[in-house]
Every structure is written in C-alpha cells, then in structure tokens.
C-alpha cells in the first residue's frame, strides 16, 4: 500500500513540474503582446501580462497583453484612455471619457469572441449576438460621437459594441495582410 501511495505522489510531482514547464515564457508572451499593434507602437510599449506584471518597460505610453482575457491567445495593445477603460470594466465602475482612446487587436478575436451587447454576459459563445471579428481596432469616443453608427456587427465596415453600456465603443474591422499573418504566427 505504501508503494502505492508513494508511487501515487511521485507521479502526481513529475505531473506539476512538467506543468509548470509547459507554461509560456515571458519571451513568448511579450512576441505575442507585439503582434497585437504595428510595430511602431508595439517596439516600445510596456507589456503588462493579465496579472499585471509588467514583462517589460515601455517608453511610449501604450501597453500590450498578451491574452485580452487570460488564455485566450489574442493579444490587445492599448493606449491610456482604453487602458482606464479596461481597469473600470474589470471592476465595473461607471467609465466616461472626454477624448479618443485607441485598442489595436490586429491578431483579430476569432475563437474567443463576446457579446456584442454587453461585456458582462454569462455565456459569451451562446449569446445570441455573440461576435468575433478578426483583425481590428477599436476606438473610444465621448458617447455622443457613437450617434449614427450601427451596432449590427453583419452590416460590414465600423460598428459599435456595447453600446448601451459605459464602454461603447466602435470596432473597425480590417482586412488581413500577408504581414499580419505573419505576426501571430507562435
């Protein structure tokens, strides 16, 4: 029984080691927080990782994640203003804004996207207006601004996403290029 027990344990430590090995390097979170955003921004920006640990100092005032939620592979790039924006979503506190705030994803969501309506849905992938767009920008506006633009992502071109909420703001798809293919190749 003792072996058993022992040999149960043995198996269960060589299991959390190779585990942790497995996990990402900071090399390949920061490679894949850059690909979110062109590289004259993403060259000298802070990559921050979904903890908040800052992988690397930046110089320019945008920061880049690797994972828009954690583990989800697809990287965002931000500017101060989406960043305040993310920080009052994550806790969520009212969030209003008086200027242009800009979020590069130019991996795209595919795979992990979200209701288009609110960001606090259950079940994002059963929600009936569930979205995934790939490559994009996204762009924060003071509210007023959001007047005109449809928030029907099947129409093509710009359109708002969570727009009855303290969030909205408008998503620019954009076609993908053989140098974007190229970037968020792991």
Known sequence: MKKVKLLTLLTLCFIVTQCSYAQESTKVKIKRAMSAAPSSISADATIMDNDGTILRKGSNGWTC???????????????ATWMEMLAALGKKEHF???????????VGDIGAGVSNSTPYHEDHKN?????????????????????????????????VMWGDTPYAHIMIPIDESKVLMKNHKQ
Request: aromatic share 6%; proline share 10%; net charge negative.
């Open 127 to 159: 929600a009936e207006d569930y979205v995934e767009t790939g490559p994009h920008l996204m762009i924060i506006v003071p509210k007023e601004q959001l007047t005109g633009l449809t928030r029907d992502p099947k129409k093509g071109g710009p359109y």
């Open 96 to 106: 209003e804004t008086d200027r242009i705030g800009i979020s590069y994803m130019l």
């Open 65 to 79: 994640l690797p994972n828009v939620l954690s583990g989800d592979m697809k990287p965002i790039c931000n500017d």
